[in-house]
């Protein structure tokens, strides 16, 4: 069975937790699995740290057939007595509504969607306003040829996991971003269909960097391990997602969008200890919120133009101020730039 080597459960039931009515907390990885150094690493960071903090037990849940399993994993996940359910898989949002109603006791909470049910807390990240930032930065410096290894192409890419609204969220805010800064802009779009394929990341990456993109943003979590290697081979730039990944190849990850989803579930699981759980809500963290932004750029931020980086800067402030509305696809469904 798939899940038998990870869901170790009886020695966590056995663990003693904060509180003798606090049970136990899993954490569902999703595809890509942890070593991602992405999305499911700072996921289980923050993991880590809200179990260390609150004195809670958990274990983290992996499955090769994380998508396909989605109903098993979550009911076994129940069956097994955890009291509180963290899943960061995307696709497992449909099949928690069916298994939520069946156990009313356990609390869930889903990532990066809504879903309605009273034991069920949802959280969204605003991906779309980091990812503007990030199309606004990468639209500025693909033409300053004054910066190593940029050509005079106006040319950049981007390469997600799979088609979905969950990643073109992503890139409909890259685009965006990207054209408002260079209307002439030509944004190279791609799909891996995998999430954990570095040599598939490393082969897309280097065909846009021979039609001319010199700057590539991944939305593909391992996936996208080889699209900062291919930048780093060529001397040109990766933009890094949803955890700081300047320091993969320092000098050729342009910047990372962080999407802080360690903060994230670090809070639902404090409040599930403190018995402050927002079973039917929605967390929302936005630019306004710190839960998404770009990197510090540690190792770039000297490469570029100090103008730059205040139109960058700008641009944040044109979006928490209300002047820049960033085209949201989940919400609003495909803009005419993506169809």
């Given at each position: 069975?798939?899940l038998?080597a990870?869901?170790v459960?009886?020695?966590?039931?056995g663990?003693?937790?904060?509180?003798?009515?606090?049970?136990?907390?899993?954490?569902?990885?999703?595809?890509?699995?942890?070593?991602?150094?992405?999305?499911?690493?700072?996921?289980?960071?923050?993991?880590?740290?809200?179990?260390?903090?609150?004195?809670?037990?958990?274990?983290?849940?992996?499955?090769k057939?994380?998508?396909?399993?989605?109903?098993?994993?979550?009911?076994?996940?129940?069956?097994?007595?955890?009291?509180?359910?963290?899943?960061?898989?995307?696709?497992?949002?449909?099949?928690?509504?069916?298994?939520?109603?069946?156990?009313?006791?356990?609390?869930?909470v889903?990532?990066?969607?809504?879903?309605?049910?009273?034991?069920?807390?949802?959280?969204?990240?605003?991906?779309?306003?980091?990812?503007?930032?990030?199309?606004?930065?990468?639209a500025?410096?693909?033409?300053?040829?004054s910066?190593?290894?940029?050509?005079?192409?106006?040319?950049i890419?981007?390469?997600g996991?799979?088609?979905s609204?969950?990643?073109?969220?992503?890139?409909?805010?890259?685009i965006?971003?990207?054209?408002?800064?260079n209307p002439?802009?030509?944004?190279?779009?791609?799909y891996?269909?995998?999430?954990?394929?570095?040599?598939?990341?490393l082969?897309?990456?280097?065909?846009?960097?021979?039609?001319?993109?010199?700057?590539?943003?991944?939305?593909?979590?391992?996936?996208?391990?080889?699209?900062?290697?291919?930048?780093?081979?060529?001397?040109?730039?990766?933009?890094?997602?949803?955890?700081?990944?300047?320091?993969?190849?320092?000098?050729?990850?342009l910047?990372?969008?962080?999407?802080?989803?360690?903060?994230?579930?670090?809070?639902?699981?404090?409040d599930y200890?403190?018995?402050?759980?927002?079973?039917?809500?929605?967390?929302?963290?936005?630019l306004r919120?710190?839960g998404?932004?770009?990197?510090?750029m540690?190792?770039t931020?000297?490469?570029?133009?100090?103008?730059?980086?205040e139109?960058?800067?700008?641009?944040?402030?044109?979006?928490?101020?209300?002047?820049?509305?960033?085209?949201?696809?989940?919400?609003?469904?495909?803009?005419?730039?993506?169809?």
């Amino acid at each position: 069975m798939a899940l038998a080597a990870t869901m170790v459960l009886a020695s966590v039931l056995g663990t003693a937790s904060a509180r003798a009515e606090d049970k136990p907390v899993a954490l569902i990885v999703s595809q890509g699995g942890l070593g991602d150094q992405s999305y499911n690493d700072l996921g289980h960071a923050g993991f880590q740290r809200a179990l260390k903090e609150t004195g809670l037990a958990g274990k983290p849940v992996e499955s090769k057939e994380v998508v396909s399993q989605a109903t098993e994993i979550l009911r076994r996940a129940s069956d097994a007595d955890f009291g509180l359910i963290v899943d960061l898989e995307y696709a497992h949002g449909e099949p928690m509504l069916e298994v939520a109603r069946d156990y009313p006791d356990t609390k869930y909470v889903i990532l990066n969607q809504v879903r309605e049910g009273a034991n069920i807390a949802s959280v969204l990240f605003q991906e779309q306003e980091g990812s503007y930032l990030a199309g606004t930065l990468a639209a500025l410096v693909t033409t300053d040829t004054s910066i190593k290894g940029i050509n005079d192409k106006p040319v950049i890419g981007v390469i997600g996991g799979t088609k979905s609204a969950g990643i073109d969220k992503f890139i409909a805010g890259y685009i965006q971003g990207a054209r408002a800064s260079n209307p002439d802009i030509v944004v190279k779009v791609a799909y891996s269909n995998n999430f954990g394929d570095p040599a598939v990341g490393l082969q897309m990456a280097k065909a846009m960097i021979e039609e001319g993109a010199d700057i590539i943003y991944h939305v593909a979590g391992g996936t996208g391990m080889g699209v900062i290697q291919a930048a780093r081979e060529a001397g040109v730039y990766a933009i890094g997602v949803d955890t700081d990944q300047d320091g993969i190849a320092p000098g050729n990850v342009l910047t990372s969008m962080v999407k802080y989803t360690d903060v994230a579930v670090e809070t639902v699981m404090k409040d599930y200890a403190a018995d402050k759980f927002p079973g039917g809500q929605t967390l929302s963290l936005g630019l306004r919120e710190n839960g998404v932004g770009l990197s510090e750029m540690k190792y770039t931020r000297d490469l570029i133009p100090a103008a730059t980086l205040e139109k960058v800067e700008a641009a944040k402030q044109d979006i928490l101020s209300g002047k820049v509305k960033v085209w949201n696809v989940v919400d609003q469904g495909y803009p005419d730039f993506m169809k």
